[in-house]
């Protein structure tokens, strides 16, 4: 048996068709994790901003009152704050990571819409959900009628 000296890199594929498949079947490689962070990483940092900014508004009051009492903010409210902002996180993010992950992105950012509405009425007592949903609706149905005239119109443009 003898070793082929010749580098990976030169190495050719006989067969354009070969050649083709090959580059289809790695064309969305899974496993690189520039993919990875550009599927998972604004989902993350939605959640975060949506639970952080609402959490803020809701500390507000309570770390001022421990900085007129003590001068400084107690470490144990610092953790229960950061603790409480961690859970929150991960319970608005975990279905829309699990349906970014099975490439369903598009119905992830609407779940996440949707679930952050939710969050925003559960967090300040403001109805949001109800506007969300209608907002959604009211994108998909604008989505639906643009479609339908691109058909139309490129069904009139062709006779």
């Not at 609402?54 to 507000?60: E, R, S, V």
């Not at 992830?108 to 969050?119: E, H």
């Not at 109805?127 to 490129?154: D, E, Q, R, T, W």
Request: with cysteine; aromatic share 10%.
């Amino acid at each position: 048996m003898a070793l082929n000296l010749v580098r990976f890199a030169l190495w050719t594929l006989r067969d354009k068709a070969a050649q083709r498949r090959l580059a289809l079947r790695y064309r969305n490689h899974p496993v690189s994790m520039r993919n990875a962070i550009k599927k998972y990483a604004p989902i993350l940092l939605l959640s975060a901003a949506i639970v952080s900014g609402l959490n803020y508004f809701a500390h507000q009051a309570i770390i001022q009152i421990a900085q007129a009492k003590t001068d400084t903010i107690p470490t144990n409210l610092i953790l229960e704050i950061a603790t409480t902002i961690a859970i929150h996180i991960i319970a608005l993010s975990v279905l829309p990571l699990a349906l970014s992950a099975t490439n369903r992105t598009l119905t992830a950012y609407v779940v996440l819409i949707i679930l952050g509405a939710i969050y925003v009425t559960y967090m300040t007592g403001m109805n949001a959900a109800g506007p969300a949903i209608a907002v959604l609706a009211f994108c998909y149905l604008a989505f639906y009628g643009y479609s339908k005239a691109k058909v139309i119109y490129n069904y009139y443009r062709a006779k």
